[in-house]
């Protein structure tokens, strides 16, 4: 069994058997993905965490099919062990557990019970069953060539290479919204074999709401002669036999194959959507923290008015209160003062302004203030969903619900990944057809995303919330809670080493997790660092061998200019360390104490205010990227629907100037990419 689990995953991710191995045996002693890929470089050869990623989910799907195999090997009877050994996929092995597990009641078994099997096993050899036996017999026939593994992968190939059609049931009931989105859908065809996956997702939706029909199209099928292949003798009466089956059996095998086909499209469609999901994700949650500042949070509104709230740089909130700029109540002296006013009192230095409706108008107020905090946009995805939850009510309990959503929004302005982690994946507003894909498998993906966005970044120790923690690798939520109340106790961790006094982190937790936590002006430097415990020793070597102590002047050049002198082997030799691990260090070293994420991505100035009644077909404005998919990107350009434009290599947050190609009734925006933010600019010259 394992070296055919080892031989599988080779196969399916393409690596080397000796890699694999190696990283097989590491996660099996409970290793977690992004402590391998960050400090085994040296066992697994340097591969990255992507690799590492796949190689882990291959390996938890191939050991479900190996164990489902060995179950069935040891329950089958003798004649179906051989094609249980040569099933490629768990749905197979599935198909052939049900032949050995067929309901008693079933017509199958009620012909085996007349005698049905010999009548069969007659058959196939070329001796025709008495008139008596030929009912059972043809109930023994067709199960069998149903069950045909040459029939069904004939089907299968015939199918994979056959057409995806689809139609509509009526334009008529639907909304003018509706018409434009499903249009292309009426008389759509493609190749199976070519059909993208969002347009999969789209047909699947649109099927399970009752307006679409799909139809799959095999190419050219031949039954009656495949059938005959499974005859060793053919005669007039054996032939008249299988005549009378050809019905029945391409009934069950083409609808069991459209099936088949089709789950395997959206399989692979919501896989693609996962991966699609978790790169959004990344984005927004590696946006740059505003560390230090001041944040004003404004979640605009009309009728019940913009909610605001003041934030300190640790996330507590100073003050909260309501404005009414916007219709009906157009009371915008009144918030001018109020907002000028707090600006001065707080000290504030950065205003976050909610992307929902009204917040073009609230940004243009804050804009013409000219008040001297930045002014930034923030997506208000998760806000209203949050302040709504039970975890919310337990943080913000002296806060109403419609200010713990403004509350969230300034947390998210100053840690990202801390405040959007809270949120169900469903509602982060980004990726392709989310609400349609299975709730367990994208938290799975958030929980990866974190995962490898903390191993590397890492988290401060003394700050970090318990939800932020559990995504520590090797930390579950149980773990995270006591840590956070073990923090409390003792006013704050002095040292990594602390934590090991912590119930539930015994050597294996705090070997994955240590390296990912840090202790800033702690007992150790190094725990500041991502530099890993174990690798303390190794540092001291290398600071002796340069002279030098950690806080030197010249450190980085001295460093270099010993390991530029001396040959790797020696350097390694010498310092009894993989060159991996040394390299891991040696950057830390040059880049101690710098927050990795300020190299990603910057928080965004909106400069340009658009009037909704001035963008036309032709303008050309800047706006906002707000989700990527795999049909283009979606822009912010300050009208009530996201533009789509066919560009996708940009990134969340990221400014591009756009320009309004169609307007549609139902108002549908297509844009053409004029040009994009590069990561580290911060604006554009005027338009």
């Given at each position: 069994m394992q070296a055919r689990v080892l031989a599988e995953v080779c196969r399916c991710t393409d690596a080397e058997l000796g890699p694999v191995e190696r990283v097989v045996k590491l996660l099996r002693n409970k290793g977690t993905v992004p402590f391998i890929a960050r400090y085994r470089k040296d066992v697994t050869g340097g591969m990255g965490e992507e690799k590492l990623w796949e190689i882990e989910k291959v390996l938890q799907n191939v050991e479900g099919t190996e164990k489902l195999r060995e179950k069935a090997l040891n329950e089958a009877p003798e004649h179906l062990k051989q094609d249980l050994l040569h099933a490629a996929t768990e749905v197979d092995i599935k198909e052939l557990i049900k032949l050995y597990k067929t309901p008693k009641t079933s017509a199958r078994m009620r012909a085996v019970s007349q005698g049905g099997e010999k009548h069969l096993d007659n058959f196939l050899n070329g001796i025709q069953p008495p008139k008596e036996g030929r009912d059972v017999l043809k109930v023994m026939l067709i199960d069998k060539l149903f069950h045909s593994p040459d029939l069904r992968k004939y089907y299968a190939t015939a199918y994979e290479a056959g057409t995806l059609s689809t139609s509509l049931v009526s334009l008529e009931s639907f909304s003018p919204k509706d018409k434009e989105t499903l249009q292309k859908f009426s008389n759509f065809q493609t190749p199976v074999r070519r059909v993208a996956n969002h347009t999969v997702q789209a047909i699947q939706r649109g099927c399970s709401t009752g307006k679409i029909k799909k139809k799959i199209t095999p190419a050219t099928l031949s039954l009656e002669h495949e059938m005959k292949k499974q005859i060793k003798t053919i005669t007039r009466e054996t032939h008249q036999v299988l005549a009378d089956c050809l019905s029945e059996v391409h009934t069950k095998l083409d609808r069991h194959t459209k099936d088949k086909v089709w789950k395997q499209l959206l399989l692979r469609a919501e896989q693609s959507a996962i991966k699609v999901f978790g790169r959004n994700v990344k984005m927004i949650i590696t946006k740059e923290p505003v560390k230090g500042g001041v944040v004003l949070a404004l979640d605009p509104g009309y009728k019940h008015g913009t909610k605001c709230a003041v934030v300190s740089p640790l996330g507590v909130p100073l003050t909260t209160f309501t404005i009414y700029p916007l219709p009906p109540a157009k009371k915008m002296d009144e918030a001018i003062?109020?907002?000028?006013?707090?600006?001065?009192?707080?000290?504030?230095?950065?205003?976050?302004?909610?992307?929902?409706?009204?917040?073009?108008?609230?940004?243009?107020?804050?804009?013409?203030?000219?008040?001297?905090?930045?002014?930034?946009?923030?997506?208000?995805?998760?806000?209203?969903?949050?302040?709504?939850?039970?975890?919310?009510?337990?943080?913000?309990?002296?806060?109403?619900?419609?200010?713990?959503?403004?509350?969230?929004?300034?947390?998210?302005?100053?840690?990202?990944?801390?405040?959007?982690?809270?949120?169900?994946?469903?509602?982060?507003?980004?990726?392709?057809?989310?609400?349609?894909?299975?709730?367990?498998?994208?938290?799975?993906?958030?929980?990866?995303?974190?995962?490898?966005?903390?191993?590397?970044?890492?988290?401060?120790?003394?700050?970090?919330?318990?939800?932020?923690?559990?995504?520590?690798?090797?930390?579950?939520?149980?773990?995270?809670?006591?840590?956070?109340?073990?923090?409390?106790?003792?006013?704050?961790?002095?040292?990594?080493?602390?934590?090991?006094?912590?119930?539930?982190?015994?050597?294996?937790?705090?070997?994955?997790?240590?390296?990912?936590?840090?202790?800033?002006?702690?007992?150790?430097?190094?725990?500041?660092?991502?530099?890993?415990?174990?690798?303390?020793?190794?540092?001291?070597?290398?600071?002796?061998?340069?002279?030098?102590?950690?806080?030197?002047?010249?450190?980085?050049?001295?460093?270099?200019?010993?390991?530029?002198?001396?040959?790797?082997?020696?350097?390694?030799?010498?310092?009894?360390?993989?060159?991996?691990?040394?390299?891991?260090?040696?950057?830390?070293?040059?880049?101690?104490?710098?927050?990795?994420?300020?190299?990603?991505?910057?928080?965004?100035?909106?400069?340009?205010?658009?009037?909704?009644?001035?963008?036309?077909?032709?303008?050309?404005?800047?706006?906002?990227?707000?989700?990527?998919?795999?049909?283009?990107?979606?822009?912010?350009?300050?009208?009530?629907?996201?533009?789509?434009?066919?560009?996708?290599?940009?990134?969340?947050?990221?400014?591009?100037?756009?320009?309004?190609?169609?307007?549609?009734?139902?108002?549908?925006?297509?844009?053409?990419?004029?040009?994009?933010?590069?990561?580290?600019?911060?604006?554009?010259?005027?338009?």
């Open positions: 003062k109020v907002i000028s006013r707090n600006v001065r009192d707080y000290h504030v230095t950065h205003i976050a302004v909610g992307d929902g409706c009204g917040g073009r108008d609230v940004e243009n107020l804050i804009l013409h203030l000219k008040l001297a905090p930045k002014v930034i946009r923030i997506s208000e995805c998760g806000a209203s969903v949050y302040s709504a939850s039970e975890l919310a009510r337990k943080e913000l309990p002296s806060y109403d619900i419609t200010h713990r959503s403004a509350i969230f929004l300034a947390r998210a302005l100053i840690d990202p990944l801390s405040e959007r982690v809270k949120v169900d994946p469903i509602h982060l507003g980004v990726g392709q057809y989310q609400h349609d894909i299975n709730k367990k498998e994208l938290s799975s993906e958030l929980e990866a995303t974190c995962m490898s966005v903390i191993g590397s970044f890492g988290v401060d120790l003394n700050t970090a919330s318990k939800h932020t923690l559990r995504y520590i690798p090797g930390i579950n939520a149980a773990i995270a809670e006591r840590l956070v109340e073990k923090r409390e106790a003792m006013g704050g961790f002095k040292s990594r080493e602390q934590i090991k006094k912590v119930k539930g982190v015994g050597p294996k937790t705090f070997e994955q997790c240590a390296g990912f936590l840090r202790v800033y002006n702690g007992d150790d430097v190094w725990d500041a660092t991502a530099i890993h415990p174990e690798s303390y020793g190794l540092v001291e070597r290398l600071l002796k061998a340069v002279g030098m102590k950690h806080d030197a002047e010249g450190l980085k050049e001295a460093v270099g200019e010993y390991l530029n002198k001396m040959e790797r082997e020696k350097v390694m030799e010498e310092l009894n360390s993989g060159w991996y691990t040394l390299d891991c260090i040696v950057e830390e070293i040059n880049c101690r104490l710098r927050d990795p994420r300020a190299a990603h991505t910057v928080p965004l100035q909106f400069r340009e205010y658009v009037a909704p009644g001035s963008v036309v077909t032709g303008s050309v404005v800047t706006g906002i990227v707000t989700n990527i998919t795999d049909w283009g990107s979606f822009v912010d350009v300050g009208l009530s629907n996201d533009g789509l434009m066919r560009a996708t290599h940009v990134d969340i947050g990221h400014h591009v100037k756009v320009k309004i190609e169609k307007i549609t009734p139902a108002g549908k925006i297509q844009l053409c990419l004029v040009e994009a933010q590069s990561s580290r600019k911060r604006k554009f010259d005027d338009v």
